[in-house]
């Protein structure tokens, strides 16, 4: 992984990229394709009572990851998330085949959105330390763009960095002259600060229910892909390997469920927080490259291969003219920086 943001210039090996800075020293880089995020640094109070600018996620390391796409980092999952079986859906009557995204990818996963070129549509500078400042990013599809994919959507994807968080605002909008199945997700990979692996960490899940799935990890039919639960954790993520989902997320008081993943010794870690949904957690084992430096904490709309399940129909048919947004983000767990507190409430 790039070891400092300014290895990300604008245009690195012919991709252009955006910048965002805040006042605090927070940095963030996000590549115009797929609007994935490359870099996200924060100040950062170790234990010792050190600050240090530090990297909060593990993106892809240089232009040719980008290109490969390799392990989806920090990937906007959009008009689907992860799995469509087979890569066909059927959508008011009409059966669609989608492709693998890119060329060597195993199974259809992850949408289309990361592919696209985005640009610019609005950004803004923090108004002072205690500020947010944003970037926001579009990208359209029509019929004729994707194949398997008939329908005119806009995406928007909102950026927001602050002195202790980073936030992303998806939103989807049926430009088109009918429904179109949409559904939305992200696909961050998030690095603690002093680990070069996850072992050392612990996850903790709020979740009421896990997706049960078949080895091809598509959920069993109906109500068969649910089981009930008591929460994740706070479990050692030492030895443990998941590629799993979560359901029926309880969310704190300010609305946000958060899953968190943190060092057990300090308290020091991230909060992944989302309004609604499930969560995807995956702790990178096969990855062929930086295997378990990093978990992927996903945010989702919708269950995967939800474009094959009439329980899921209310969450991806979307009106024409009607827009469906996915609220997440990411906190810094007990840091106390400048009078700032990184701890959720």
Known sequence: MADDARSWSRDVGGVPVERVEHPSGARLVVALHGAAVLSWRAPWRHADG???????????????????????????????????????????????????????????????????????????????????????????????????????????????????????????????????????????????????????????????????????????????????????GPMPLAGVRLDHAFADLRADVDGRARTIVRDPRTGLGLALWQRGGLVHVYTGDGLARRERAAIAVEPVSTLTNAFNRTDCEPDVRLAPGATRRLEAGVELLGQRLGGLAGEPG
């Open 50 to 232: 050190s600050v240090v600018a530090e990297e909060l996620v593990d993106g892809y390391a240089d232009a040719g990851e980008l290109a490969a796409h390799d392990a989806s980092r920090s990937a906007v999952m959009a008009p689907f998330v992860n799995r469509v079986a087979g890569g066909r859906y059927t959508f008011d009557g009409r059966t669609h085949h989608i492709p693998p995204v890119v060329p060597g990818e195993p199974v259809t996963m992850h949408g289309f959105a990361r592919a696209l070129d985005w640009h610019v549509s609005r950004r803004a500078e923090a108004a002072g330390p205690d500020g947010v400042a944003s970037l926001v990013l579009r990208a359209e599809v029509g019929p004729e763009l994707v194949r398997g994919y008939p329908y005119a959507v806009a995406f928007e994807a909102e950026y927001g960095l602050g002195a202790a968080g980073l936030d992303l605002t998806l939103r989807a909008t049926n430009i088109g002259g009918g429904p179109a199945p949409v559904a939305l997700g992200w696909h961050p990979y998030l690095r603690v600060p002093g680990h070069a692996s996850i072992d050392a960490l612990e996850l903790t899940v709020p979740a009421a229910r896990r997706v049960v799935t078949g080895e091809d990890l598509i959920p069993l039919p109906g109500g068969a892909a649910y089981a009930a639960i008591d929460a994740v």
